[in-house]
């Protein structure tokens, strides 16, 4: 099979199988990417389905435990907001884009998670301040390639409210095909954030999260309309994917707090927590890490967070490594659908409900992910489209590890480690054995 020279990768945060099996009639541009592609209708994520663990799995072909990014953010209990894994340093395993890069091939990156300080060539990180000593500008120009950044605020800055949504993902459009149009990347990556953020706040088919859906098959088109200006369109192959699913909750686990009730740890006023802690909870939000220090009691701590209402099953630590989450836990805690886990030490009660007009503060949802992949109706999708795909074809399922090796195979690249994931052949117009 002979590549293409062009790949460009939109990833729409949260996107469900769900929501193009119900809608994508409704879905113009999506729905014809559909017809003349080929649709990946089930995918299964990877433990746990958060998103920066996810967005490293697509480029990278791994599970977290081998690639490193385990959670959406670091283990530091004395912090309120702790660091994200903003930064590809973190990453232990090549990446897509690392691959491109060697071969001399350009590249480009609009919020794609944990891309900080990489050698994208054109590369908007996403990142945002969590200190008072900093600000948006000096951590985005760090984290990004500084003129390129600096360009694309001059030109596009207007259409952004901070970090807002959907002001937000019109900004990255904008610069995406500005980007598209004028430096034609042979890689691009896009991060689309607009209906994560909705279904956060609003719940998982709220109108909002709706709207937000057919904002997004326009920006679609538009990234779509801006290779054709640029003439490299019948060079391009297109995929658009979702990274997890997500689930309505209207409670909240606090093991923390339990375990601050245990003397297990010592609470602060502040939700954290000092470093003295000998068990302590890690939330990825639909499910939870619990690791331990100088702790013997397993028994008894696995009894205890079992008993706990909210709570669906306890593995091993060893039994999340197998399935691809952090070896270095204790154990890994799910939640039942509707309930969520917090990272809060010093709550009234340690399962509660959700107070409505909270909604929109930190930790306070009506839907999140996070959760067991194979939970039922939770899985997300993915459509290929362009001239080494075939058209009007659809396969059943696949799993998040494979896209990595198929998106290489569409560039023509080639990851030298083995891969937990295999490239979909079945997309490909005319598939050989040879690259």
Same mark, same amino acid.
Request: net charge negative; proline share 5%.
């Given at each position: 099979?002979?590549? =293409? $020279?062009? /790949? @460009?990768?939109?990833?729409?945060? +949260?996107?469900? !199988?769900?929501?193009?099996?119900? &809608?994508?009639?409704?879905?113009?541009?999506?729905?014809?990417?559909?017809?003349?592609?080929?649709?990946?209708?089930?995918?299964?994520?990877?433990?746990?389905?958060?998103?920066?663990?996810?967005?490293?799995?697509?480029?990278?072909?791994?599970?977290?435990?081998?690639?490193?990014?385990?959670?959406?953010?670091?283990?530091?209990?004395?912090?309120?907001?702790?660091?994200?894994?903003?930064?590809?340093?973190?990453?232990?395993?090549?990446?897509?884009?690392?691959?491109?890069?060697?071969?001399?091939?350009?590249?480009?990156?609009?919020?794609?998670?944990?891309?900080?300080?990489?050698?994208?060539?054109?590369?908007?990180?996403?990142?945002?301040?969590?200190?008072?000593?900093? =600000? $948006?500008? /000096? @951590?985005?120009?760090?984290?990004? +390639?500084?003129? !390129?950044?600096?360009?694309?605020? &001059?030109?596009?800055?207007?259409?952004?409210?901070?970090?807002?949504?959907?002001?937000?993902?019109?900004?990255?459009?904008?610069?995406?095909?500005?980007?598209?149009?004028?430096?034609?990347?042979?890689?691009?990556?896009?991060?689309?954030?607009?209906?994560?953020?909705?279904?956060?706040?609003?719940?998982?088919?709220?109108?909002?999260?709706?709207?937000?859906?057919?904002?997004?098959?326009?920006?679609?088109?538009?990234?779509?309309?801006?290779?054709?200006?640029?003439?490299?369109?019948?060079?391009?192959?297109?995929?658009?994917?979702?990274?997890?699913?997500?689930?309505?909750?209207?409670?909240?686990?606090?093991?923390?707090?339990?375990?601050?009730?245990?003397?297990?740890?010592?609470?602060?006023?502040?939700?954290?927590?000092?470093?003295?802690?000998?068990?302590?909870?890690?939330?990825?939000?639909?499910?939870?890490?619990?690791?331990?220090?100088?702790?013997?009691?397993?028994?008894?701590?696995?009894?205890?967070?079992?008993?706990?209402?909210?709570?669906?099953?306890?593995?091993?630590?060893?039994?999340?490594?197998?399935?691809?989450?952090?070896?270095?836990?204790?154990?890994?805690?799910?939640?039942?659908?509707?309930?969520?886990?917090?990272?809060?030490?010093?709550?009234?009660?340690?399962?509660?409900?959700?107070?409505?007009?909270?909604?929109?503060?930190?930790?306070?949802?009506?839907?999140?992910?996070?959760?067991?992949?194979?939970?039922?109706?939770?899985?997300?999708?993915?459509?290929?489209?362009?001239?080494?795909?075939?058209?009007?074809?659809?396969?059943?399922?696949?799993?998040?590890?494979?896209?990595?090796?198929?998106?290489?195979?569409?560039?023509?690249?080639?990851?030298?480690?083995?891969?937990?994931?295999?490239?979909?052949?079945?997309?490909?117009?005319?598939?050989?054995?040879?690259?």
């Amino acid at each position: 099979m002979e590549a =293409n $020279q062009h /790949l @460009v990768i939109i990833s729409l945060d +949260s996107l469900g !199988f769900r929501d193009l099996r119900e &809608h994508r009639e409704e879905l113009p541009i999506l729905n014809s990417l559909i017809a003349g592609g080929t649709w990946v209708k089930s995918v299964t994520g990877i433990y746990p389905t958060l998103t920066y663990p996810s967005h490293t799995t697509i480029i990278t072909g791994q599970y977290p435990n081998v690639h490193g990014i385990i959670n959406n953010t670091k283990i530091q209990p004395k912090r309120n907001s702790p660091d994200w894994y903003w930064y590809q340093k973190d990453v232990k395993s090549p990446t897509l884009y690392d691959l491109a890069h060697q071969k001399q091939m350009t590249t480009a990156a609009f919020l794609w998670p944990v891309t900080a300080g990489s050698k994208i060539t054109y590369n908007l990180a996403e990142i945002f301040p969590n200190r008072i000593w900093t =600000n $948006q500008v /000096l @951590v985005s120009l760090k984290a990004s +390639s500084p003129l !390129f950044l600096l360009k694309m605020n &001059h030109k596009y800055g207007h259409l952004r409210n901070g970090i807002k949504q959907p002001q937000l993902d019109d900004f990255i459009t904008a610069s995406a095909v500005d980007t598209l149009t004028n430096q034609q990347p042979n890689l691009t990556m896009i991060h689309l954030v607009d209906m994560d953020s909705m279904r956060h706040r609003y719940g998982v088919r709220s109108p909002e999260a709706m709207a937000a859906l057919h904002r997004l098959d326009q920006r679609v088109g538009e990234i779509i309309e801006a290779t054709k200006q640029a003439g490299t369109f019948a060079d391009t192959n297109f995929v658009i994917l979702g990274d997890h699913y997500q689930i309505n909750v209207d409670k909240m686990i606090h093991l923390n707090t339990l375990f601050a009730q245990e003397g297990w740890l010592t609470k602060r006023p502040d939700q954290t927590i000092e470093d003295d802690w000998s068990v302590l909870a890690k939330t990825t939000d639909g499910s939870s890490y619990i690791y331990t220090k100088n702790f013997t009691d397993n028994l008894r701590l696995r009894e205890l967070v079992s008993s706990v209402e909210g709570i669906e099953t306890v593995i091993s630590g060893q039994e999340a490594s197998e399935r691809g989450a952090d070896a270095d836990c204790t154990l890994m805690v799910e939640a039942k659908e509707g309930y969520y886990f917090t990272d809060e030490s010093n709550r009234p009660q340690i399962v509660e409900e959700v107070d409505p007009a909270t909604l929109g503060e930190p930790d306070r949802y009506h839907g999140v992910h996070g959760y067991d992949p194979t939970k039922p109706d939770y899985q997300t999708t993915i459509v290929f489209n362009g001239p080494a795909v075939k058209a009007g074809e659809t396969i059943d399922s696949a799993n998040l590890v494979d896209e990595a090796p198929t998106f290489a195979r569409l560039l023509g690249l080639q990851f030298d480690n083995p891969l937990a994931g295999k490239y979909l052949d079945g997309i490909f117009k005319g598939v050989t054995d040879e690259i």
